[in-house]
């Protein structure tokens, strides 16, 4: 009996938070990269309505995928620097992917997808964070956007960035 009670107090206090994740967690640099962000849950009960990814440098050649039911937008800008894009320099390109909108519920789970160049700038056996801000009615937001200090994991936060690790490039 002590051992139903016990679980059906796990069951009352419910699931732990959960947070926008990638579906693939490593990436080669020198590749494209197609990130698969999966918003498990609204804000609080309320509706998502807009998902706001920032894409973070070294990041090029950015190409957001249209979701039925959502208005899609990009915003471009220059880089920090010029990177190769196959050959070609690069120097300016999407800088945010902004899903806006729709109404993804708070009991639902969606992905917003997109794919991108992940520059050989980019540093083999680190972890790259793209931060991501939901927005959902009546004004309410989760802002995944903070990114581990060094010797931190995503599981020290409260609103993690999601994060891709990048290996060597092949």
Request: charged share 25%; glycine share 10%.
């Amino acid at each position: 009996m002590k051992s139903l009670l016990a679980l059906a107090g796990l069951v009352v206090a419910g699931p732990a938070l959960a947070h926008v994740t990638l579906e693939n967690q490593s990436a080669p640099v020198g590749a494209t990269y197609k990130a698969v962000l999966r918003v498990p849950h609204g804000c609080k009960g309320a509706a998502t309505t807009k998902v706001r990814v920032q894409i973070p440098e070294g990041v090029i050649a950015v190409k957001p995928m249209p979701k039925p039911g959502w208005a899609l937008e990009t915003v471009k800008g220059k880089y920090e620097k010029s990177y190769d894009y196959y050959g070609t320099p690069t120097a300016e390109g999407v800088k945010e992917v902004v899903w806006s909108g729709g109404r993804l519920l708070d009991e639902h789970y969606d992905e917003f997808v997109l794919r991108g160049y992940l520059t050989k700038d980019l540093k083999a056996d680190t972890t790259l964070h793209i931060p991501v801000v939901q927005e959902c009615e009546g004004g309410a937001a989760e802002r995944w956007i903070e990114i581990p200090a060094a010797g931190k994991s995503a599981d020290d936060y409260k609103f993690p960035a999601p994060g891709v690790k990048l290996t060597p490039a092949k």
